[in-house]
């Protein structure tokens, strides 16, 4: 019997989740689909409640629902509680299952891209302390990080943030001296988007062993990932967060766990390009 999943929001329109999972089908020779959903607000909960009855394994969730799903799905995951956002629901004996997948799939890029490095005991830098910020640190913190200081344009979002994780997190209005001590430094921040200027740090200060990771993914390279590279730092861009979160999903639904290739980064980056 054919496999279904699919991607929900509102709007959908946007989505790159489609691209990635059909690319694993057909690469993987699954009898599978995975299509976008347009949901509105008022829907989440009557989708989310016959999903069990549906034709889906189970759903991507992106903007406006990743918090709104978790009052409605049977399960939760810790992780995902505790950063209040699920991208990640599959069915198991008719009940729902709620995941988050983004911070695995940031750590998983940077494992992927920098093979000598692992997060295990590293000094890591946050600039921005939004819902990617949050999945990061978290996921960070699952993963014996060192220590995790959060800067942010407004520091009150940044003390609430690392208050919810514990003694290795922290907030900090002093940059320099966190850039000194850092091993991983990531933008979550919208600064450098759409190759907007960059966030404001002064790279001279790091380490030279020091990584250099955006999260934004359009443009693939960021001002900063070019700053970075151009003083020789090791930088770690956006697009591989997207494709290695996805790949605990696809093993969900389908079974079969999923590599993220070149061949995959080379099918997304000109569907970015083209619509660019
Ligand atoms: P996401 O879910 O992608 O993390 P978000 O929750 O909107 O997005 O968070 C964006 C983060 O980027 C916020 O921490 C925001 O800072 P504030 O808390 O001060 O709003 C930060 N950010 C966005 N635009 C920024 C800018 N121009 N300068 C500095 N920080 C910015």
């Known amino acids: 019997m054919t496999k279904r999943a699919c991607v929900i929001g509102f709007p959908i329109a946007h989505s790159r989740s489609p691209i990635i999972h059909q690319y694993w089908l057909r690469q993987l020779g699954i009898d599978g689909t995975y299509e976008k959903r347009e949901v509105r607000p008022e829907d989440i909960e ?12 189970g759903c991507n969730v992106t903007l406006p629902h990743k918090e709104a799903v978790i009052e409605v799905l049977d399960h939760v995951t810790t992780k995902a509680r505790r950063l209040r956002s699920v991208n990640t629901v599959y069915v198991r004996n008719g009940q729902t299952f709620g995941t988050s997948t983004d911070g695995e799939g940031f750590v998983e890029n940077v494992h992927a891209t920098i093979k000598d490095f692992s997060v295990a005991g590293c000094n890591a830098v946050i600039l921005g302390a939004g819902g990617s910020a949050s999945a990061i640190v978290g996921e960070l913190i699952d993963r014996q990080c060192n220590s995790v200081t ?42 450098g988007m759409n190759n907007s200027a960059g966030p404001d740090v002064t790279l001279e200060l790091l380490p030279p062993s020091a990584i250099v990771c955006d999260i934004i993914y359009v443009p693939l390279q960021t001002a900063l990932i070019k700053n970075a590279q151009q003083r020789g730092l090791r930088t770690v861009t956006g697009l591989g967060m997207l494709l290695h979160q996805a790949v605990a999903g696809f093993e969900l639904w389908f079974g079969v766990r999923p590599k993220v290739t070149q061949e995959l980064f080379d099918i997304v980056i000109r569907d970015i390009e083209a619509g660019a």
């Open 46 to 57: 009557s989708f989310i409640r016959g999903l069990p009855g549906s034709v889906y394994a």
């Open 150 to 191: 959060i800067v942010n344009r407004t520091r009150s979002k940044a003390d609430l943030l690392a208050q919810r994780f514990g003694q290795r997190v922290r907030s900090s209005e002093d940059r320099s001296s966190a850039l000194r001590n850092c091993d991983l430094l990531i933008n979550t921040t919208s600064q």
